[in-house]
């Protein structure tokens, strides 16, 4: 079985401060990892994704995730964050050939000005 | 409409009632998905459709819990007897279905809550 850890459950930063959301999981098969954020009284929507090649994967709003096979992390990081990206953000995977997604429980981010 | 959308948007009802929650997919998507947020959790996953069978049914915490989608495109998520635990937000989503790990994407969700 699969699972994802999600080590902080809350991360209080300054604006304009680098951000590392952590996330490990646990496979014994290959798996593909997605970063998801989740406004205040807004749905899920697609950070970004690792499939496969580059364990350095951009995506939107200037975030950026690195996969460690070793480590079995998929940590988010940004370099210097916004108030607007305040918000929960959840990491989650999906195992070889299982269409459903397993997801950590979430970190809270809260950028102060 | 562009995205996944799911109706109503909230949902309150009794104890023993019976609820059905529909969810229209993004236009072309095969693949359909049911997951259910109770609060500080991250979703849990419920049951995942390719076309109009189930292809994973794995996720549904009792019989209570039935999903269908006839046509292969707007899905409801049945619900009898609801119990005060099935209070949550529940979350659809859609992919292409293709090979490999497709993106899903997710509608606003229907607040259940069961009094």
């Known amino acids: 079985a699969q699972s994802v850890t999600q080590l902080d459950s809350q991360v209080p930063v300054f604006e304009e401060a680098p951000v590392e959301l952590r996330c490990n999981y646990s496979?014994?098969?290959?798996?593909?990892l997605f970063w998801y954020v989740q406004y205040p009284n807004q749905g899920l929507q697609l950070l970004l994704k690792?499939?496969?090649?580059s364990t350095l994967v951009k995506g939107i709003n200037g975030f950026e995730a690195e996969f460690n096979k070793s480590q079995t992390s998929f940590h988010l990081r940004k370099p210097s964050v916004h108030i607007s990206d305040t918000a929960e953000y959840f990491c989650?995977?999906?195992?070889?050939?299982?269409?459903?997604?397993?997801w950590g429980l979430g970190t809270s981010l809260a950028v102060n000005p | 409409g562009a995205g996944v959308s799911q109706t109503p948007s909230n949902k309150v009802t009794e104890k023993g009632k019976y609820v059905e929650l529909r969810c229209d997919p993004i236009?072309?998507?095969?693949?359909l998905y049911w997951y259910r947020q109770s609060l500080g959790q991250g979703p849990e996953f419920l049951i995942y459709?390719?076309?109009?069978?189930?292809?994973?049914d794995s996720g549904l915490p009792n019989d209570r819990f039935f999903a269908v989608r006839p046509e292969g495109s707007v899905s409801t998520l049945k619900i009898q007897r609801t119990e005060r635990g099935d209070s949550a937000v529940y979350l659809c989503?859609?992919?292409?279905?293709?090979?490999?790990?497709?993106?899903?994407?997710f509608g606003p969700g229907t607040r259940l809550t069961v009094l």
């Open positions: 989650a995977v999906r195992a070889g050939n299982n269409r459903k997604l397993i």
């Open positions: 496979s014994s098969v290959s798996v593909y």
């Open positions: 690792y499939l496969s090649g």
């Open positions: 236009s072309g998507h095969t693949a």
């Open positions: 459709f390719q076309g109009t069978g189930a292809a994973d």
């Open positions: 989503a859609s992919s292409s279905g293709l090979a490999g790990a497709d993106t899903q994407y």
